[in-house]
């Protein structure tokens, strides 16, 4: 599935202060890199990124898919 986020919904579900990261390179490198390298690093899920604007940030598009279990052969 596709999750579409609006940049005003991603502030307020990650807690994060609306002037911290007006530069989208810094919330990029410092928040949503790390985080998603978590994630795809320590969970079954895998989450791929994009955010669409025309002249500014509006949207945030997270695709969350679940990694191939492999099966074990003892």
Do not use: W
């Amino acid at each position: 599935p596709i999750l579409k986020l609006s940049k005003e919904e991603f502030i307020r579900l990650t807690g994060l202060d609306r002037d911290s990261y007006e530069n989208i390179h810094d919330l990029q490198k410092r928040v949503i890199k790390p985080a998603i390298a978590q994630i795809n690093e320590k969970t079954n899920l895998n989450i791929e990124y994009m955010f669409l604007g025309k002249n500014k940030l509006e949207n945030f598009y997270f695709k969350i898919t679940e990694k191939e279990k492999l099966n074990v052969i003892s």
